[in-house]
């Protein structure tokens, strides 16, 4: 009898398949192969260790070819199914984030294409926004689309018009290999045996997660480095990953200068030859020192001693869409699969974090001061009460005095408001209308920049109407509320001298961008950044000295179980911005309510005592992590369809002890691109399987046509 084989196929929905082996070809699991599916050839991945009865039949059609990609190692297949298993997501859509559309492209070769300095002979809004951000880029034409964030045909007609030159590549070039020893930097006492400890298990090899916990401004980074080089010299691959891309620009020249050579960089932003000679690197074992965004969770490498989740408190490592994952929890499992050091490093780590370290799974490590002696900043409260900004204003007195000190020091100011845009809701002065969003349940946002209204859910974007769409009475929309952009406009009054940049993602498009913004803070071009939660991470600007927070209580509203943790975690963040060099450091929290824990905590350092009583917290209403969660919606286009399925859901739960289902309830975000919303929450007990009870219950009540149902496990958001 021939050889036979199980293959996973890239098709959500489908189970793994049979197939027949031709003579002469020898099939490891893991590998990459092309099968035939219906009329069509499809990818797949030879796949052991399923269960389930063997296809029979006398039909059984046989792999049309092996994929010039190396097989899947048999850690990552376990990763695979764990995921799949844990986050009830097909082992298909897992695999499509292990073999990425690059992986499979082989040697062919691909166009690139570049401004060519020739403007195009008709020019549109579109096209001028789309060649202001391709300045210093070059990529497919799919690239370049999602860099200028326009669609295929535009950058098409560019390259049609002339605009656009192109050029065949074959693939990127590697950076040289990273020298462990080049630039070691002398370790204070406690660095040093934070850092030995880390040494130790990636020296002895094996699964060892740790918990690197240390204010900011302690050198959590110096002091991983020295992980790194330790795997490094045991000859095989790590890997950081960092919340943010927009990051990675100035911390890759920081390991450039440990290393002597720029680490490999994985995420979105990279161009098709970049990635596809990244991919095939890390997969054979060249690429030695990986820094990437949470897909690079995924990649094949070939021997992973070491991961490091850079800011692990961070919910951005969540990804809300596809595979609903947490990169911090899955890194965890990839390091227990590979046998591998995984480390978790923040100064603010997560409950979730803290209570794995406290029962000991995860050991702790901890870097109590900064390095070379700086202090702490002083951080203290500014009643909004009692000295409010004056009317239309958002920057009260004592905030505006204390810049202005800064700027005659000569030293560098960061105010900080999370929310983009220049207001986050446009009113109607005469009937009172709020502009909405067309497609979802959320107001309009409006981007003074741009000259438009743009919804933050779906994207939805309008131009400013002249008159309100309800009453037609003209000129009667108002801006309420601030954004950073509104910030902006306020210190460019105040301050008309001062230097301004304004960091959002709206602003900081691109890591090239980070970088010239962090090299323009740094050589001092710049008094006052303004920012959104992209200025809380990770930056080391030696002259800044001032931290203004405009609205420290925005995070508590909406109720979510970690709203107190995240609104903590970044003020500390953002705080932990000022005095990092020799001047000390200084930041005022404008607030309404100056007595609440959370505020005190952080005026009087007192982390501890914040995270002992909201863990209390957790513990005694059995959240997470003491308890479990999941999260249902279930969605359609019709609201009527989308309740009535969200209630048959409902009833098709199977009783078991420890489980609970609440609701169907109206989504707060009732409705989004469309479609209208239903939410179920299911909370267990930490001891039930969860993944295969929701699994059941699933699998018996099947959603009717037009009806989709998203399953959250361990959900972060929660609208
Ligand atoms: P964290 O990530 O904990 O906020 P960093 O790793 O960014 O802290 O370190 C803060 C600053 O102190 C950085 O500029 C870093 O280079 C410097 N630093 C920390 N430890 C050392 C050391 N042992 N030798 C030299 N510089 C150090
Ligand atoms: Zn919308």
């Known amino acids: 009898m021939a050889a036979q084989v199980r293959v996973v196929v ?183 045996e934070a850092a030995a400890a880390l040494v130790g298990a990636v020296d002895a090899g094996g699964f060892a997660p740790f918990l690197l916990e240390g204010v900011t401004g302690s050198g959590k980074t110096e002091v991983y480095a020295e992980a790194i080089a330790a795997a490094l010299r045991t000859g095989g691959q790590a890997l950081v990953l960092l919340p943010e ?22 995420h979105s932003d990279l161009k098709t030859s970049a990635r596809r000679a990244a991919y095939a690197a890390i997969a054979d074992g060249r690429a030695r020192l990986v820094v990437g965004a949470r897909s690079a969770l995924f ?82 409260t500014l009643d909004l009460r009692r000295t409010p900004p004056p009317r239309g204003r958002w920057i009260a007195p004592p ?85 950073v952009e509104r910030i902006a406009e306020e210190v460019a009054a105040l301050w008309p001298e001062a230097r301004v940049a304004l960091v959002t993602s709206d602003t900081i498009t691109s890591p090239a961008r980070a970088a010239a913004l962090v090299a323009s803070v740094e050589a001092r071009e710049i008094d006052i950044l303004i920012g959104t939660q992209l200025v809380t991470k990770g930056f080391h600007f030696p002259e800044l000295t001032l931290v203004g927070v405009i609205d420290a209580d925005l995070g508590l509203s909406g109720g979510d179980l970690r709203a107190s943790e995240r609104t903590f975690a970044q003020i500390a963040q953002v705080a932990g911005r000022a005095g990092r060099g020799a001047k000390p450091g200084r930041v005022m929290l404008q607030t309404h309510q100056p007595q609440a824990r959370l505020m005190q905590a952080l005026v009087n350092g007192d982390a501890a005592a914040f995270y002992a009583n909201e863990t209390a917290a957790r513990r005694d209403l059995t959240l997470p ?13 019709d609201e009527g369809k989308a309740r009535a399925a969200a209630a048959t859901l409902a009833a098709a739960a199977r009783p078991r002890e420890g489980v609970q289902v609440l609701g169907p309830a109206p989504a707060p975000l009732a409705m989004l691109r469309g479609r209208y919303r239903f939410r179920l929450l299911v909370t267990a007990r930490r001891t039930v399987p969860l993944s295969a009870w929701l699994r059941d219950w699933l699998g018996t009540a099947p959603p009717p046509a037009g009806v989709r149902v998203t399953v959250d496990v361990d959900p972060y958001s929660f609208v």
């Not at 990675?248 to 450039?256: D, G």
């Not at 992590?625 to 286009?637: C, D, T, Y």
């Open 10 to 192: 890239m098709q959500a929905g489908l189970g793994p398949l049979d197939y027949a082996v031709p003579e002469g070809l020898v099939l490891a699991a893991g590998q990459p192969v092309q099968v035939p599916l219906g009329p069509r050839t499809v990818t797949g991945v030879v796949w052991d260790g399923l269960e389930g009865p063997a296809f029979k039949g006398k039909g059984l059609r046989a792999v049309r070819g092996v994929l010039p990609v190396p097989p899947l190692s048999a850690p990552l297949r376990r990763l695979c199914e764990w995921v799949s298993d844990y986050y009830l997501a097909p082992l298909a859509s897992v695999l499509r984030m292990v073999l990425p559309q690059v992986a499979l492209m082989g040697e062919r070769q691909v166009v690139e294409y570049r401004l060519s300095g020739t403007l195009p002979a008709r020019m549109t809004p579109e096209r001028a926004r789309a060649m202001d951000r391709l300045a210093g880029r070059s990529g497919t034409v799919s690239d370049l689309a999602r860099a200028a964030d326009v669609s295929d045909a535009v950058i098409r007609g560019l390259v049609n018009a002339g605009a656009l030159a192109g050029e065949t590549v074959s693939a990127g070039d590697l950076p040289p290999p990273p020298d462990a020893d080049f630039a070691p930097p002398r370790l204070e006492a406690g660095q040093a």
């Open 245 to 266: 891309i927009a990051l990675t620009a100035a911390f890759m020249k920081r390991l450039e200068a440990r290393f002597g050579a720029a680490p490999l960089a994985w």
């Open 299 to 380: 990649l094949p490498f070939a021997d992973l001693r070491l991961t490091v989740v850079d800011e692990a408190h961070e919910t951005s490592f969540k990804q809300e869409e596809g595979v609903h994952y947490h990169a911090r929890d899955v890194a965890v499992m990839r390091a227990q699969f590979e046998g591998a050091a995984v480390v978790l490093a923040s100064a603010t780590p997560a409950i979730e974090t803290r209570v794995q370290a406290e029962r000991g799974t995860y050991r702790h490590l901890m870097l109590p001061a900064r390095y070379g002696g700086a202090e702490m900043p002083a951080i203290e």
């Open 399 to 483: 905030l505006a005095s204390a810049i202005t000190d800064t700027l005659a020091r000569g030293e560098q100011a960061l105010l900080f408001l999370n929310r983009r845009g220049y207001a986050p809701l446009t009113l109607c002065r005469a009937c009172g209308e709020r502009i909405n969003c067309p497609n979802c349940t959320a107001w309009m946002v409006e981007h003074r920049l741009l000259h438009r209204l743009a919804c933050h859910h779906c994207g939805h974007e309008m131009s400013v109407p002249p008159a309100c769409p309800s009453c037609g009475e003209a000129d009667a929309l108002v801006a309420c509320g601030p954004g």
């Open 625 to 637: 992590p003491f308890g479990r969660l999941a999260a249902l919606i279930v969605s359609a286009e």
